[in-house]
């Protein structure tokens, strides 16, 4: 079992930016892919971004390509979702999620989210 605990949301406004934190607990970090995803109220869960168990290979959605950076710490056990130039259609709650090495999707653990809202 994984545990993840994502912080760092809170209110922005458009054009400004956070930074996203997952602590994760429980295996060993460096053996799994991390990954973001976000959903909006009324909208299906949303892929952001993920990062491969190896470092180096990183994956973006489409609609936060060139804004959005994962990155990751295994000396803290920690993903950090970058967020720059953000726009209010961010406007979302973010999860983290994890999966063993290079495992077939779906992520199978997931932390409890946190809330991203960009004001206009």
């Known amino acids: 079992q994984v545990q993840l605990v994502e912080s760092g949301g809170g209110l922005v406004q458009a054009g400004g930016s956070l930074r996203l934190s997952c602590a994760a607990s429980?295996?060993?970090?460096?053996?799994?892919?991390m990954g973001w995803f976000r959903q909006a109220p009324g909208k299906e869960r949303e892929f952001v971004a993920d990062?491969?168990?190896?470092?180096?290979?990183?994956a973006y959605g489409d609609s936060v390509k060139g804004r959005f950076t994962i990155s990751r710490d295994n000396a803290k056990n920690t993903v950090y979702l970058q967020m720059d130039s953000l726009k209010t259609e961010d406007t979302a709650v973010y999860y983290c999620?994890?999966?063993?090495?290079?495992?077939?999707?779906?992520?199978?653990?997931w932390g409890q989210g946190t809330q991203v809202t960009v004001s206009s």
């Open positions: 999620a994890a999966k063993y090495r290079d495992s077939a999707p779906p992520y199978k653990y």
């Open positions: 429980g295996r060993t970090f460096s053996s799994y892919s």
């Open positions: 990062i491969r168990w190896s470092g180096g290979s990183t």
